[in-house]
């Protein structure tokens, strides 16, 4: 593919070759912009990743739009924080034996303006996360999905403390933040109900975790299989929704 450089402002001068989307806010069509970046070079305490995906979510569509509340402080960005590949190169303080590591990585465009929509990408050191030595591009393409949607459910989940024993009722429960969520309610020993649109979401949760899942469509719970309060519980039960809680920006 043909393209045609692009300018960049400060501090942007630490990238030289990466084919990357860019600009300032707006429509997509409006607004982003495919060209040449100079190749990131870690700095002390980064590693930089040759991206093999890169994961959007509703924040990155979000900042590029201009929702008020999610800020773009920068004339121009690399977007996507979220994403997935081998590292390639580490600065200093870094150990080089993490060259040639399969990682996911998040926060990558969360207060900082090169995200990992390029062909290569720089975090700092702990933002990357090591995955199995063999991991496929299969798998590459799964992990680059789990940092704002991971964090998310996380923290609607976990934020007010221990699930143990608990009722947890999951709102979208086969989407990419629910599927997280509910997978890690049943790891945290709680009793998961999932609310899905159809039937056939309902076996995708079953897949992912024991639960219980509902569905517009039908008018009783499947019969999926669900983990029972454990004795000594309060009993309360907790809510969570994909559209209640927020991830790093």
Not at 7 to 33: C, F, H, I, K, N
Not at 176 to 194: D, Y
């Amino acid at each position: 593919m043909t393209t045609e450089p692009i300018s960049l402002t400060p501090p942007a001068e630490r990238y030289s070759d990466a084919r990357s989307l860019v600009r300032p806010q707006g429509r997509a069509r409006e607004v982003l912009e495919v060209g040449d970046l100079p190749d990131p070079e870690p700095g002390p305490g980064e590693v930089r990743i040759r991206v093999s995906a890169s994961g959007i979510n509703p924040g990155d569509v979000g900042k590029r739009w201009g929702t008020p509340g999610a800020p773009m402080p920068f004339p121009r960005v690399i977007p996507h924080s979220d994403g997935a590949g081998v590292i390639d190169a580490v600065g200093s303080g870094v150990d080089e034996q993490r060259l040639g590591e399969r990682v996911w990585c998040y926060g990558a465009q969360s207060y900082r303006p090169f995200g990992t929509a390029a062909e290569y990408c720089v975090v700092p050191d702990a933002l990357a996360v090591g995955l199995p030595d063999d991991a496929d591009s299969h798998l590459l393409d799964q992990a680059a999905c789990l940092g704002i949607a991971g964090i998310t459910g996380y923290r609607a989940l976990l934020a007010d403390g221990p699930l143990h024993g608990l009722t947890v009722l999951v709102y979208g429960a086969a989407g990419g933040v629910g599927s997280i969520a509910v997978q890690l309610a049943v790891r945290a020993g709680a009793r998961v109900i999932g609310i899905v649109r159809t039937p056939r979401n309902g076996t995708s949760c079953a897949v992912s975790a024991p639960t219980r899942c509902s569905s517009p469509e039908v008018s009783t719970f499947s019969t999926m299989s669900a983990r029972r309060p454990r004795t000594g519980s309060t009993g309360s039960p907790r809510s969570t929704s994909p559209g209640t809680s927020s991830s790093t920006p």
